[in-house]
């Protein structure tokens, strides 16, 4: 037997092997980082609904224990704006 046997071949399947198990790998960490990106985003949209929901939960049940009492008092904020811009004058005398 010879010697001289050449072994590019076997080197250059070796760096195919090498490399496509490099991007198979490759593509389950970015499918795994996109799962994790999209459990995070699901997870700040359901809390984000949550504290809307306890905010109004919370604003009826102030509303009710307070009573009708308090609705009367209270001023519709447009009132307020009117009286505010009916009362006040320019600064810039207008001609």
């Not at 250059?12 to 499918?31: D, E, G, Q, R």
């Not at 009117?82 to 001609?95: C, D, E, L, W, Y």
């Amino acid at each position: 037997m010879s010697g001289n046997r050449d072994y590019s071949c076997e080197i250059m399947s070796l760096i195919v092997l090498t490399v496509l198990s490099a991007l198979s790998h490759f593509w389950y960490i970015m499918i795994a980082i996109c799962i994790v990106i999209a459990l995070a985003g699901a997870a700040l949209l359901i809390s984000i609904l949550l504290i809307r929901l306890r905010r109004r939960l919370l604003a009826g049940l102030l509303d009710s224990a307070l009573g009708p009492a308090s609705s009367k008092n209270a001023r519709p904020r447009a009132d307020v704006s009117v009286n505010i811009s009916q009362g006040t004058r320019p600064s810039i005398p207008v001609a």
